[in-house]
């Protein structure tokens, strides 16, 4: 990654439509990135309180402008420093970084790592070669919920087919960082373990219910990217859940760790699924009516 100098705020640019955005594609993106931004602070342990703040949204505009404003204790206040200044540098570009490591190495583990002083030489699978800094590799290395957050924002792009790239630029729309959809994909998965001709891929991702089994050894039924699967749910927690009379129906989406078991098929000289298993239940969605953001006449932009 190219040397940055990063201010306290930055875009997120959804490319691809005009006027709407789906309003749960939105939050959820958001809270992704918020979650990213609040592990860094407490890896680089700032002593700071940081609040996310979504400046005004401009008419007709897919450009997010995002803020990072320091919470004293006692008040809410914006200390514009030279140190303030440089630890919301500092958040910025290791959400960018942790992005580059995402785009670079698309789900897959790296063909090679060695390390140049304070520098982590990646190098993926297609022999490109990735320089970052030792301090954001390795919380991409052993940050769990940095990995899922950003694998979730993808997923969660991914299932939107009207936005065709997703970027972070700075507050004069220069990009830091583009994903084209393509890669959505790719970056929305957790992990890859291949075992000889066996393959399982973790994916963090939303399923939509269909048919329902509250029996611990019987499978579920969902839509899983337009295709109806059958999975069994492996998360104990789910059926603490059951038990205490969480509701849920047909039409209801859960957002999920999906490991997908593929065996090699040397006739078609591929990965084929052959079967599905939910490890984690992340978060569970009542069936509603979806809804956009309308920028063109908003409220907002009328008065």
Do not use: C
Request: proline letters at 1%.
């Amino acid at each position: 990654m190219k040397q940055e100098t990063f201010d306290n705020d930055f875009k997120i640019k959804f490319d691809g439509q005009q006027h709407q955005v789906d309003a749960q594609i939105l939050i959820s993106s958001l809270i992704h990135t918020t979650a990213v931004i609040q592990e860094l602070n407490m890896y680089f342990n700032t002593g700071k309180r940081i609040e996310i703040k979504v400046n005004a949204l401009e008419k007709g505009s897919f450009l997010i402008h995002i803020e990072l404003v320091e919470t004293a204790l006692d008040q809410l206040k914006n200390l514009l420093t030279k140190d303030n200044l440089l630890f919301a540098s500092a958040l910025i570009s290791g959400l960018v970084g942790l992005i580059e490591i995402k785009k670079h190495l698309k789900g897959k583990k790296p063909k090679d790592v060695r390390k140049d002083g304070d520098t982590i030489i990646i190098i993926n699978e297609n022999n490109d070669i990735l320089n970052i800094s030792g301090d954001i590799y390795n919380i991409y290395e052993t940050n769990s919920v940095v990995n899922d957050a950003l694998s979730q924002n993808f997923d969660v792009l991914d299932n939107d087919p009207a936005i065709t790239a997703y970027e972070i630029t700075d507050k004069k729309e220069n990009p830091y960082v583009i994903v084209e959809r393509t890669d959505f994909k790719d970056l929305s998965l957790k992990s890859e373990q291949i075992d000889e001709n066996r393959k399982s891929i973790i994916e963090l991702t939303r399923l939509n219910i269909v048919r329902l089994s509250f029996e611990e050894n019987l499978k579920w039924d969902f839509y899983y990217r337009g295709n109806k699967i059958s999975a069994k749910i492996s998360d104990p927690n789910f059926y603490e859940l059951i038990d205490k009379g969480e509701a849920f129906a047909k039409g209801d989406t859960l957002e999920v760790e999906l490991q997908i078991n593929q065996l090699f098929e040397e006739s078609v000289n591929t990965y084929i699924n052959k079967s599905y298993q939910i490890n984690r239940i992340i978060n569970h969605y009542k069936k509603t009516e979806q809804k956009k953001i309308d920028f063109e006449n908003s409220d907002d932009n009328k008065k």
